[in-house]
């Protein structure tokens, strides 16, 4: 018996980091433009002041950073019993 040690990606890994680097970039717009800067799709592009929303960037970040660990779960190698 070979045991093959190479480990290919999944289609739910390239998922998972295809969605966590879409959430690093929208916290990164979250992070750096005002709220009347925001695209109008986005939670809080309406708001009244023009602070940034932080706490909006930093959930987003934080998701991103949940779905880069959980892409790097699917990678693991397979255990036989």
């Known amino acids: 018996m070979t045991s093959s040690n190479s480990v290919r990606p999944t289609a739910l890994t390239w998922i998972l ?3 966590g680097v879409l959430l690093l970039i929208v916290a990164g717009i979250y992070l750096t433009q005002p709220a009347d800067a925001l695209p109008s799709f986005f939670p809080g592009a309406d708001a009244a002041n023009s602070a ?5 960037g930093i959930a987003a970040a934080g998701l991103a950073a ?12 397979k255990q036989n019993s």
């Open 52 to 56: 940034k929303h932080i706490k909006h």
């Open 66 to 77: 949940l779905l880069f660990v959980g892409a790097w779960m699917t990678t693991g190698s």
């Open 17 to 19: 980091v295809a969605l």
